[in-house]
């Protein structure tokens, strides 16, 4: 039987979501900061939503990434805490990104690799890219700090 193919996301600049679902793929990330864990999943790449500034040529999934490294600091390698799961959830607003931090899971967060839940469309402004999978859990990741 031929090996799964794997997708490994190392140098993607972009916060985006991998949704667990039986695919045949294999999801791949480099996570934990300085400790430089490999994490991976079968799943789907989803890609978040992109919405314009109205004064600015930056958008939300920029502010977004530039927030992430300051609000989980870069190369912490050790799980996400519940007052950082409250400062996400509120860049995540911010930023009009239709998902929470999933705090049964933060043992197994790290720097780029944050179980995360996808809210209803009408919790974030109308977003409705992502609202067939409202409620599902996926992970955050972006491209780790090393």
């Known amino acids: 039987m031929p090996k799964r193919p794997v997708m490994?996301?190392?140098?993607?600049?972009?916060?985006?979501l991998i949704l667990p679902?039986?695919?045949?793929?294999?999801?791949?990330?480099?996570a934990g900061g300085i400790a430089?864990?490999?994490r991976s999943v079968e799943g789907l790449l989803v890609p978040l939503p992109i919405g314009h500034l109205y004064n600015r040529q930056e958008n939300e999934l920029m502010r977004l990434a530039e927030r992430l490294e300051t609000?989980?600091?870069?190369?912490?390698?050790?799980?996400?805490t519940a007052e950082e799961a409250d400062r996400l959830d509120t860049a995540f607003v911010e930023c009009f990104m239709p998902i929470i931090v999933n705090r049964a899971r933060l043992q197994v967060s790290t720097e780029a690799w944050l179980p995360v839940r996808?809210?209803?469309?009408e919790a974030v402004n109308g977003y409705d890219e992502l609202s067939d999978f409202a409620g599902m859990e996926a992970i955050l990741t972006w491209q780790n700090c090393d």
């Open 118 to 121: 996808i809210r209803e469309a």
């Open 36 to 38: 430089c864990t490999e």
């Open 21 to 30: 679902w039986p695919s045949g793929v294999t999801i791949g990330v480099q």
């Open 71 to 80: 609000l989980h600091p870069g190369c912490a390698g050790r799980p996400i």
């Open 8 to 16: 490994y996301l190392c140098e993607y600049p972009y916060p985006m």
